[in-house]
Structures are given as structure tokens and as C-alpha cells.
């Protein structure tokens, strides 16, 4: 069902709290600038830039990040979903809800309509997400995956060596319906760095876990159950526009010199 103007702008308004707060985070992160007019030097491999964006995620993908989503997984005591089997008993259950297309979330057309599903708090951080975002840009944010099976994840990693792997410490929570890719080639500067600050804080304060994916072009992005208690505590945000983390921290250090 499509969402009404003054629907999403208002709960846009209540959740846009948390980039306020970005305003005052500190410079302890250790994030850094990146010169726009830097080159890598003696490279010329063509995915060192891409559109005339130097590749300098704010969320790397790393081995400790898979092992701490496994560890949000295992603190939930949620199942990695083997087969079509289980996961039609956990959406029968109420366990994993739909994600549906609205007027400010579109979905990958190929995404397998079966697999549109996840944890009832990764769906409402992704309408609070794509509310937000369109909000400020007039345009739809694009989910390009959510729930997978093992089964399916395999069957991925048989074709993508670097998806991560269906078993074992470092298994894609995808297989637990708490993590969704949304698109993040096509968008410009400004928008890629407007979703890397609204996650930077929620990631802060362990609400979220993001990876930057290269070879995909997306934001993965796992959401805790906490998210919920969260959201319910926001409150409306200030007129001004935050400031993107690194270049914080960049003012941060030019005061002090």
C-alpha cells in the first residue's frame, strides 16, 4: 500500500533525530577525509574509481564484522534458515514479514518474491530508512535482498567466492531474516554520503551492523532487535542538516591546529 505525503513525512521527521545527533559526534572514530583530487598512484586497475568516486567506504567489509553479526544472531537465538521448508514455517508464524514496494521503497524486480521477507524490526528500519532518504531527495531507495536459505546461499557462493558462507562463524546473517542489501550504485556523492552518516550513529550506538559491498555496489546492512525499543524513543529533529563523519572529524582536527 502506498504511503500518504504527510504519513512519511511525519515519522520522517521523528526519525531524522539521529543524524541530529551527528552533529556533535565526536572525532574518537577514527575516521579520515579523503582528498577529492587524490589519485591512487601507479594503479590502473578501472574499479580505483568508479563514476569519479574514489572508493573509500565508510563501512569496510571485514572478518570481524561477519563475526559480529553472527554473535547479534546468536544472542537472538535465531535459526539460519536451511530450506524453503523452514522459512514457509517462519512466515506462517509471523516470524518473518513482508517487504512491500511503496512510494518510497522500490524492490530489485528479480528479486525472488519468496525472499521478500525478513525480521519485523529490519522491516520497520528499512521503511524508516527509505522514509528519510526520500524525504530528502525525492526518490526511492531500492532493496536488493533480504531473507536467504542456506540453500540458496550456497548456491550463491557456487558463483560469488567472495559471498560469505552459508555455515561456520562468518555465515551471511541474510540467513536469519535480519539484514537487507539496499542499492547503492546510481546513487550520487551527496546521497551515499547522507546513508553512510544516518547509519554512522545508529551503528554507534549498536543498532545496526553495515558493510560497504564493493563488487555489488550496495549497503548490507544487518539491524538489531534493539532497533525497535529505539525508534520509539525519537523525537523530532532541528531544521539543520547533519554533517557528514569524516568531514567532522576533519573540522574537528583543523580547529585544533
Given at each position: 500500500?502506498?504511503?500518504?505525503?504527510g504519513h512519511?513525512?511525519?515519522r520522517?521527521?521523528k526519525?531524522?533525530?539521529l543524524l541530529?545527533?551527528l552533529?556533535?559526534?565526536?572525532?574518537?572514530?577514527g575516521?579520515?577525509?579523503?582528498?577529492?583530487?587524490?589519485r591512487?598512484a601507479?594503479?590502473r586497475h578501472?574499479?580505483?574509481?568508479?563514476?569519479g568516486?574514489?572508493?573509500?567506504?565508510?563501512?569496510?567489509?571485514?572478518?570481524?564484522?561477519l563475526?559480529?553479526?553472527n554473535?547479534?544472531?546468536d544472542r537472538l537465538?535465531?535459526?539460519r534458515?536451511?530450506?524453503d521448508?523452514?522459512?514457509?514455517?517462519?512466515?506462517a508464524?509471523?516470524?518473518?514479514?513482508?517487504?512491500e514496494?511503496?512510494?518510497?521503497l522500490?524492490i530489485?524486480?528479480?528479486?525472488d518474491?519468496?525472499?521478500?521477507?525478513?525480521?519485523?524490526w529490519a522491516?520497520d528500519f528499512?521503511?524508516d530508512?527509505?522514509?528519510v532518504?526520500?524525504?530528502?531527495?525525492?526518490?526511492q531507495?531500492?532493496?536488493?535482498?533480504?531473507?536467504?536459505t542456506?540453500k540458496?546461499?550456497?548456491?550463491?557462493r557456487r558463483?560469488n567466492r567472495?559471498?560469505?558462507?552459508a555455515?561456520?562463524e562468518?555465515?551471511?546473517?541474510?540467513l536469519a531474516?535480519?539484514?537487507?542489501?539496499?542499492?547503492?550504485?546510481?546513487m550520487?556523492?551527496e546521497?551515499?554520503?547522507?546513508v553512510?552518516?544516518?547509519?554512522?550513529y545508529?551503528r554507534?550506538?549498536?543498532?545496526v551492523?553495515?558493510?560497504e559491498?564493493?563488487?555489488?555496489?550496495?549497503f548490507?546492512?544487518?539491524?538489531?532487535?534493539?532497533y525497535?525499543?529505539w525508534?520509539?524513543?525519537q523525537?523530532?529533529?532541528p531544521?539543520?542538516?547533519?554533517?557528514?563523519?569524516?568531514?567532522?572529524?576533519?573540522d574537528a582536527?583543523?580547529?585544533s591546529?
Amino acid at each position: 500500500m502506498t504511503l500518504g505525503t504527510g504519513h512519511f513525512v511525519a515519522r520522517s521527521s521523528k526519525l531524522l533525530t539521529l543524524l541530529a545527533l551527528l552533529v556533535c559526534a565526536p572525532a574518537l572514530f577514527g575516521l579520515h577525509s579523503v582528498d577529492p583530487h587524490h589519485r591512487v598512484a601507479h594503479s590502473r586497475h578501472p574499479l580505483h574509481r568508479i563514476r569519479g568516486i574514489l572508493w573509500n567506504p565508510l563501512f569496510r567489509p571485514s572478518h570481524d564484522s561477519l563475526l559480529r553479526q553472527n554473535e547479534e544472531i546468536d544472542r537472538l537465538q535465531l535459526p539460519r534458515i536451511v530450506d524453503d521448508a523452514q522459512l514457509a514455517e517462519l512466515k506462517a508464524a509471523g516470524e518473518l514479514v513482508p517487504l512491500e514496494a511503496s512510494e518510497t521503497l522500490r524492490i530489485e524486480p528479480s528479486l525472488d518474491p519468496s525472499r521478500r521477507y525478513c525480521r519485523v524490526w529490519a522491516r520497520d528500519f528499512v521503511q524508516d530508512l527509505s522514509e528519510v532518504y526520500y524525504n530528502r531527495f525525492h526518490e526511492q531507495i531500492q532493496l536488493n535482498s533480504a531473507v536467504r536459505t542456506v540453500k540458496v546461499q550456497k548456491k550463491l557462493r557456487r558463483r560469488n567466492r567472495n559471498a560469505a558462507p552459508a555455515e561456520g562463524e562468518t555465515a551471511s546473517s541474510h540467513l536469519a531474516g535480519i539484514t537487507v542489501d539496499l542499492q547503492r550504485r546510481g546513487m550520487n556523492r551527496e546521497q551515499i554520503r547522507f546513508v553512510e552518516s544516518y547509519l554512522f550513529y545508529l551503528r554507534a550506538i549498536g543498532l545496526v551492523e553495515p558493510e560497504e559491498e564493493r563488487r555489488h555496489w550496495c549497503f548490507h546492512i544487518m539491524v538489531s532487535d534493539r532497533y525497535e525499543d529505539w525508534r520509539q524513543t525519537q523525537t523530532l529533529l532541528p531544521s539543520h542538516q547533519p554533517t557528514h563523519p569524516a568531514e567532522e572529524t576533519a573540522d574537528a582536527a583543523g580547529a585544533s591546529n
